[in-house]
């Protein structure tokens, strides 16, 4: 996986963090027997995800493979098999 970048995008981190964060909010909450800050928590969680696709959608993701990168790929990985 060292070869690709897969996730390695400020959206990706972003949500990722922010989801974390949520998460952690949520557990200590569930601990704590409190419903309410659970809820929260989770509320956090989504507004992680909702975070990641916006800033996705405005360009900090991985950009998206052309049609000539794509047929390469596919002749590369044909040729590696042949």
Known sequence: MAGSSHGHTPAAWTGVIIAFIGFCVAGVFM???????????????L??????????????????????????RARAGHAQTS
């Open 31 to 45: 601990v704590a027997a409190n419903p309410l800050g659970f809820w929260a928590g989770m509320g956090v969680v």
């Open 47 to 72: 507004i992680g995800g909702v975070v990641g696709l916006a800033m996705k959608l405005a360009g900090l993701g991985m950009p998206k493979e052309s049609a000539d990168l794509a047929a390469a």
